[in-house]
């Protein structure tokens, strides 16, 4: 019927696109190269991903800081955003009573829809988590 068993369906390389002629036939790479250069590539990229991540949060940071050196506890959205902060980005978030209280390492803050208000730096963070780090080792 035209059909040869023996007849392999050659696989292509993921990084450069050229046929694999030999191996396995579930190889994916034509070479160590090959292999090496297209994790490397993942590896980077996942590394871009995080660093933009932080310098967002890090940034956001920065503009908190800025209000409570001015002396203020809140401020809009839409001023912030003019700013660059990015309200989607916090390092933690809880829900408590009526209220979704975020955190941008050690400051703290309600935010609504509109605006962002009982802004404060969280007091001896640095010791909470020295007394937490010491009960784990126990």
């Given at each position: 019927m035209g059909y040869d068993k023996n007849i392999r369906k050659m696989p292509v390389c993921l990084e450069c696109g050229n046929r694999i002629r030999y191996g396995r036939t579930d190889k994916k790479f034509c070479?160590?190269?090959?292999?090496t250069k297209h994790h490397n590539d993942l590896a980077r990229a996942g590394r871009?991903?995080?660093?933009?991540v932080i310098a967002i949060i890090n940034r956001n940071y920065e503009i908190?800081?800025?209000?409570?050196?001015?002396?203020?506890?809140?401020a809009d959205l839409v001023d912030l955003s003019a700013l660059g902060f990015a309200p989607g980005m916090v390092t933690s978030y809880r829900h408590i009573g009526k209220h979704d209280v975020f955190t941008c390492?050690?400051?703290?803050y309600i935010m609504t829809k509109t605006r962002i208000y009982s802004i404060?730096?969280?007091?001896?963070?640095?010791?909470?988590?020295?007394?937490?780090?010491?009960?784990?080792?126990?």
């Open positions: 070479c160590e190269d090959c292999r871009s991903f995080r660093n933009k908190l800081d800025g209000i409570l050196r001015m002396g203020m506890d809140s390492y050690d400051i703290k404060v730096k969280i007091n001896n963070l640095s010791v909470n988590l020295q007394i937490k780090t010491e009960m784990k080792d126990q």
